[in-house]
């Protein structure tokens, strides 16, 4: 299955809304998790199950989506939400994952 | 507190070994599946090898079957990754994950990262 993200870069001023899509190359019902990844660190668990938000994970986050398509939103970019996110297929093996949005200022 | 402790990276030849180790604690270890997920420099997510809670079942991804083989000591709640005839496609840095409730091949608690090239 090929996760595909868009899109690659995402330019946002803090306090601002963002939007990251990702779609499936099949139907992978609801089994899509989200991960935030900042320079030098491993990535973090930030939605499971399409729109489940992660232990410790501000509300701001929010997953949405079933089958094919799949949308992270960020209500309100605080500067500590500026990095990459990846979207990931965890269904059955291979999981795989999008190739990454970048959020940047 | 869930930690994974990752180490046994380095420098190693092309067609050499290395064996990383992830030692874990903060969690039943044998409840868990546990994966290693690399990611080359500057790119992405990258899958590769996973095994189930008490050993039983294993998962590799085409580019490292035959390679590299995964393991688990239940009694020092450690896993491995055992890396043979390494190839320079090989350099990344690999983490250990451990798996959700919800999916062995969800992760909600990784490693610090481990450094592994491979170059003459």
């Known amino acids: 299955i090929v996760m ?6 995402l330019s946002v001023s803090p306090g601002e809304g963002a939007t990251l899509s990702c779609r499936a190359s099949q139907d992978i019902s609801s089994n899509l998790a989200w991960y935030q990844q900042k320079p ?7 939605i499971y199950g399409a729109s489940t938000r992660a232990t410790a994970i501000p509300t701001r986050f929010s997953g949405s989506g079933s089958g094919t398509e799949f949308t992270l939103t960020i209500s309100s970019l605080q500067s500590e939400d500026f990095a990459f996110y990846y979207c990931h ?5 291979p999981a795989t994952f999008g190739q990454g949005t970048k959020v940047e200022i | ?5 990752g180490s046994g990276g380095g420098l190693e030849q092309p067609g050499g070994s290395l064996r990383l180790s992830c030692a874990a604690s903060g969690f039943t270890f044998s409840s868990f ?9 500057g790119k992405g997510l990258e899958c ?24 688990r000591d239940l009694s020092k709640s450690t896993l491995f990754l055992q890396m043979d005839t390494l190839r ?3 350099t990344a840095v690999y983490y250990c994950a451990k798996g959700h409730n919800s999916g062995w091949f969800l992760f909600d608690y990784w490693g610090q990262g481990i450094l592994v090239t491979v170059s003459s």
């Open chain 1, 4 to 9: 595909t993200q868009s899109p690659a870069t």
């Open chain 1, 40 to 46: 030098g660190q491993a990535p973090r668990l930030v």
């Open chain 1, 89 to 93: 297929h965890y269904g059955n093996w």
């Open chain 2, 1 to 5: 507190e869930v930690q994974l402790l």
């Open chain 2, 33 to 41: 599946a546990m994966s290693w997920v690399r990611q080359a420099p």
């Open chain 2, 48 to 71: 590769i090898s996973t095994i189930g809670g008490s050993g039983g079942g294993t998962f590799y991804a085409d580019s490292v079957k035959g390679r590299f083989t995964i393991s």
């Open chain 2, 88 to 90: 320079a496609e090989d």
